[in-house]
């Protein structure tokens, strides 16, 4: 492991460390550098900091650079639900318990695996690890995901969701009976501080807004839809915890005692729509609930 120390000029104060380190380290991206940041490899006069955290003058940043691993990512024959694909992107309704792309401790069974056995074309702005891939949703959830087949197609996506003009709905079965038929939830994410596994609302965190509408009422649950003004690591089960109304099944935000047998939250990422890269034209793609979701709500 490699330590780099710099110290900070007049010049530079007042930018973002995340924003600072990435253009010093050049093979390294912005969140890569963030999550370095995140598991306390980055300290500012000794001490750790957040990704915001704005410079001063005579700063000394002493940064512990793990050496780059070799990795290689391989081609495997799994079954994936394709629902467009064209020369620039390919849409895929990802199954409940699939990770979207490798990595530490998890190299293969990805949705990145199948695709690149599927497709030998994706873009490479996001390296061996993460071909293609735009944006994520987690293991457990299902649903609706864009991955781009060459790097224009990457970039006039990623400025899409850059600037929250991407639509995303999600369904969401949640505990509790909502009170309210819709709202808004405007609450700021970050690494929990005491938990890093976890997200949290942090009062100096990233901006997350979520849009919700309740779609029907049962005894002890709702079943709500979300639309994201903004897409942060687990937004959605944070912002409905943060409500009083966790998802069922979630094992990170969600009650200690399940009263179903579930693989984890009941979260679908129903509708994705955003402005085709190429053909320059609003596309807006949509899937079913799957049979475990559809199955819980029969029980209900």
């Given at each position: 492991m490699d330590e780099v120390i710099f110290q900070i000029n007049l010049d530079e104060k007042g930018m973002r460390i995340d924003k600072f380190l990435s253009g010093k380290i050049l093979d390294r991206s912005r969140s890569h550098i963030q999550n370095l940041i995140d598991n306390d490899a980055v300290l500012v006069?000794?001490?750790?900091?957040?990704?915001?955290?704005?410079?001063?003058?005579?700063?000394?940043?002493?940064m512990n650079m793990p050496e780059p691993e070799e990795l290689k990512v391989e081609p495997e024959n799994i079954e994936?639900?394709?629902?467009?694909?064209?020369?620039?992107?390919?849409?895929?309704?990802?199954?409940?318990?699939?990770?979207?792309?490798?990595?530490?401790?998890?190299?293969?069974?990805?949705?990145?695996?199948?695709?690149?056995?599927?497709?030998?074309?994706?873009?490479?702005?996001?390296?061996?690890?993460?071909?293609?891939?735009?944006h994520r949703i987690d293991k457990d959830t299902s649903g609706i995901i864009v991955v781009a087949k060459n790097d224009l197609a990457h970039s006039k996506l990623t400025e899409q969701f850059k600037v929250h003009s991407i639509k995303r709905e999600y369904y969401a079965l949640t505990e509790g009976v909502f009170k309210n038929d819709s709202g808004l939830v405007d609450q700021p994410l970050?690494?929990?501080?005491?938990?890093?596994?976890?997200?949290?609302?942090?009062?100096?965190?990233?901006?997350?807004?979520?849009?919700?509408?309740?779609?029907?009422?049962?005894?002890?649950?709702?079943?709500?839809?979300?639309?994201?003004?903004?897409?942060?690591?687990?937004?959605?089960?944070?912002?409905?915890?943060?409500?009083?109304?966790?998802?069922?099944?979630?094992?990170?935000?969600?009650?200690?005692?399940?009263k179903f047998k579930l693989e984890g939250q009941m979260l679908h990422a129903k509708t994705l729509g955003f402005v085709h890269p190429t053909k320059n034209e609003y596309v807006e793609f949509n899937s079913e609930l799957p049979d475990y979701f559809l199955e819980v709500l029969s029980k209900l």
């Open positions: 006069n000794g001490k750790n900091i957040k990704s915001n955290y704005k410079l001063r003058e005579n700063d000394v940043i002493t994936i639900d394709i629902v467009y694909e064209d020369e620039d992107i390919i849409v895929v309704n990802k199954k409940q318990g699939m990770v979207v792309h490798p990595a530490l401790g998890n190299y293969n069974g990805t949705l990145v695996n199948a695709l690149l056995y599927h497709c030998k074309d994706l873009s490479g702005i996001n390296g061996v690890i993460r071909p293609g891939i735009v970050a690494r929990h501080p005491q938990d890093r596994i976890k997200m949290a609302i942090v009062k100096d965190g990233r901006r997350a807004v979520t849009h919700y509408e309740v779609l029907e009422r049962y005894k002890s649950n709702t079943l709500v839809k979300c639309s994201l003004e903004t897409g942060r690591t687990h937004q959605i089960r944070v912002h409905m915890a943060y409500l009083g109304h966790p998802l069922v099944g979630d094992p990170v935000y969600g009650y200690k005692k399940q």
